[in-house]
């Protein structure tokens, strides 16, 4: 075929020919690309933004001591405002704390059961279930929080509010357990079958297989399910200050009303001026927050992917 | 070794393995047709034949590892030392310290390699930490990879070389004492050299557990067994002694296969 080779040689002119779809190409990778890097710019931009909010406080009223270590947040004094936020820190601390009890066993059995024992179509049943259980709103857990469990506290406990420790602990822990769940059986799934079809082998039963060989594989990632559990804790509002009752206060007992960080910036922000140091405070207390969230998420994150070892 | 634990019968059965009548479906698919096998007690028997004859399908209804799936069924016995495993009375993790599996690829465990050895160990023996180095050294020993990892005992055995990976899976099974032991291919994912170190340790073996071996590779089954097995389709089609299998086949399929003219 003396003809067709020569068409080719002659073909060769126009190699650095550049036609639409080359631009469209370099149009769409640079969209992508900004779309991609926009969580950083993003991300980014809200910490200048919280930052700068907050700085004149910083700068001014701000003493690490009373700001850290002072249980009293009474910045609508108008002699002596305090800017104390121990008791939010504890508030924060005590129903995320309660709230990982509750979410840390429903999660796992609940991983294990749908990674390890369900098949077919109730393993996909319940998968769906679990991701719609997670988009449920945080203002109707809050809402279960206020109208069942607050009448069943009373109930049950025979105390005169159910709006306490309790009740945001538990609501808490009901929400953060579905996207536990997802990520802890992400991460049993994420072990490969032959070391569970090795234990098996070797005689180990069905709840030695996961004990001995499955969870300690999957370690890393229940764990990091576990640390954004903690991170949903800390960062939820709405819910949290529905449930607590949103009294300042250090709790002594799980029936004890409490305020949380985050709900205290979405109660009081709306009714401080731009810019007077309780508005500064308040953003302060967001940066806190920012950082503290975003570490927990990191560490998360970096566990997750198994580049931390241990 | 070992005789402290030493539980043999008087009269050790003449057939480690014994299967009747032996049919096995996935789902609607028939993969083996009236196997009756009878493998000899203390010997290294291997399983050939094509992709897709049943020879693993064989091997893993054995220690019933089959039955993960979930879709199996199957009909008809195995007796393995004189035992049906396939009574309903039957525990599987008896089945399981009695029979051994080395897998395809080798799969030790994500921990050190010591607790690779033990972990079977540990499973059937609650609560006995004494000799535990010693069974260590021990398994170590009779694998001959003592010497190569006697310093890094608390390394994960998943860093290990995969043929020192594949030692490591023989090793684990022999404290637990079995009398037979499964291989399913061992040698696929090994390179020549571990491949022939592997067959020399089976070949070490040999008298001590009745070994049943599934390959693809023909000159391995001449070399490392005393009884061959070739399976077509789901059928035993011959069962005879290794040296007679390859030189004067019975049957006109087995004669086809060794000469290469299928698989």
Known sequence: ?310 | MNAIIDQDDNQSPEYAIHTRKLNLWYGTFQALFDVDLSIRNGMITSLIGPSGCGKSTFLRSVNRINERLGYVRIEGDIDVLDNNIYDPAVELVQVRKQIGMVFQRPNPLPISIRDNILFGHRLHNKGSKADQDEIVESALKQVLLWDKVKDRLNHKGTELSLEEQQKLCIARLLPVKPSVLLMDEPCSALDPKGTAAVEELIWELRGEYTILIVTHNMAQARRASEECIFMLMGKVIEHQATEDLFVTPAQKETADYIEGRYG
């Open chain 1, 1 to 310: 075929m003396p003809e067709a080779s020569s068409t080719k040689l002659a073909s060769t002119a126009d190699f650095d020919r550049r036609d639409l779809d080359w631009y469209i190409d370099k149009v769409v990778q640079l969209i992508v690309f900004f779309a991609g890097i926009s969580a950083i710019i993003f991300i980014i931009g809200i910490f200048i933004f919280i930052t700068m909010e907050g700085l004149g406080f910083l700068f001014e009223d701000f003493t690490f001591k009373e700001f850290f270590l002072s249980p009293f947040w009474e910045p609508s004094d108008e002699d002596a405002p305090e800017y104390g936020i121990l008791a939010l820190i504890a508030g924060t601390a005590s129903v995320t704390g309660l709230a990982m009890i509750v979410a840390i066993p429903f999660s796992l059995g609940a991983a294990i059961y749908i990674g390890e024992f369900a098949t077919g179509k109730v393993r996909e049943t319940l998968k769906v279930l679990v991701e719609l259980l997670a988009a449920i709103p945080s203002v109707v857990w809050g809402f279960i929080g206020l109208s069942i469990m607050n009448p069943l506290i009373i109930d049950l406990f025979d105390v005169p509010v159910g709006l306490n420790v309790l009740n945001a602990g538990i609501i808490l822990g009901l929400m953060a357990a579905p996207i536990m769940t997802s990520i802890a059986e992400d991460a049993l799934k994420a072990v490969p079958d032959r070391y569970r079809e090795a234990a098996e082998a070797l005689g180990a039963t069905r709840w030695q297989v996961i004990f001995k060989t499955v969870l300690p594989a999957a370690k890393n990632g229940l764990l990091g399910a576990v640390l954004l559990g903690v991170g949903r804790g800390f960062g939820e509002t709405m819910a949290v200050l529905m449930a607590t009752g949103h009294a300042v206060n250090i709790p002594g007992s799980l029936f004890d009303p409490v305020r949380a960080l985050t709900a205290t910036i979405a109660a009081e922000l709306g009714e401080t001026a731009v810019g007077s140091p309780h508005y500064q405070a308040l953003f302060t207390i967001g940066i806190f927050l920012f950082i503290i969230t975003f570490l927990i998420n990191l560490t998360a994150d970096l566990i997750v992917r198994g580049i931390r070892k241990g």
